[in-house]
């Protein structure tokens, strides 16, 4: 029996197409380093961007010359990535569920899909769904949110538990309320003071979804997408790596372990490239 999707497609919908934030650079450096791929290995290939939402990593795996590039999407997101994507040629989009892809198998040399299956209803079943697309010697790689310690995972549970329930309209007015909050936690947290830095700390702990990032108009959009989706799992490497097993897959990395963050704040994951056999 299918799942109820409609409060992801909704929030999506609202999301990407009020909050088109473009940042090329920082874009093109998260990319690159959560995809844990070159330019060069991009060039000629064909691409599936699963998850594409307003198409920010399409536009920057698009200048590194794809054969073919595809982006699919659950919600009214798909809008957002065709305005973004309209002047570029090797660019299609789709609009669909990463649980039922509607692509036929092997047809992929790459698939990336960053901060998506999470808020999927079975990211698993959307994993292997997804592998089943690459051909042989292709390769997948996901990043996911990252399982915590108990209490903070209890503290994440709670604040879902009350935020999921409540209108978009009235969290895309928290979003905004609380950003100027998370740019105190930046400035706090980033103190030489032990006193000030703890003070940050505790802070954090009691506001988990509110975005640090250093431009007020992308915390409000990552706030929103911590506090909005009915679905938002969290992993360990170890279960991330048995998927890649179940699917066949080998040469199974841990991306994040060499991983820099573009700026202090970014949200930790885990983040895994594997390959199917020839």
């Not at 890649?244 to 700026?263: K, M, R």
């Amino acid at each position: 029996m299918s799942v109820n999707q409609s409060r992801t497609k909704s929030t999506y919908d609202l999301q990407w197409n009020r909050f088109r934030i473009v940042r090329p650079e920082e874009d093109r450096a998260t990319f690159l380093a959560r995809t844990g791929v070159t330019p060069q290995e991009i060039a000629g290939r064909v691409v599936l961007d699963a998850g594409c939402g307003m198409g920010r990593y399409l536009k920057v795996a698009s200048g590194f010359g794809p054969g073919l590039l595809v982006g699919i999407d659950l919600s009214g997101a798909v809008r957002a990535a065709q305005d973004a994507t309209q002047s570029l040629g090797q660019v299609q989009i789709v609009q669909g569920d990463l649980l039922r892809p509607p692509f036929p198998e092997q047809k992929f040399d790459l698939i990336y899909s960053l901060g998506v299956l999470d808020h999927t209803p079975d990211p698993k079943a959307a994993f292997l769904a997804l592998a089943r697309l690459l051909v042989p010697g292709g390769r997948i790689v996901i990043w996911v949110y990252e399982q915590e310690r108990g209490i903070l995972e209890w503290v994440k549970d709670v604040q879902r538990a009350v935020s999921t329930r409540l209108p978009l309209p009235v969290l895309v007015g928290f979003s905004r309320l609380m950003a100027p909050v998370g740019g105190l936690k930046r400035r706090l947290m980033a103190s030489r003071f032990r006193p000030i830095e703890r003070a940050g700390v505790a802070l954090h702990v009691l506001t988990l979804g509110v975005s640090m990032h250093p431009d007020p108009e992308v915390r409000v959009c990552d706030t929103l997408d911590w506090y909005a989706p009915k679905f938002m799992s969290r992993h360990n490497w170890a279960e991330v790596r048995g998927w890649f097993e179940q699917a066949g897959l080998v040469d199974i990395t841990n991306v994040g372990l060499a991983q820099d963050f573009f700026h202090e704040g970014q949200g930790n994951g885990v983040n895994v490239i594997g390959r199917r056999p020839e």
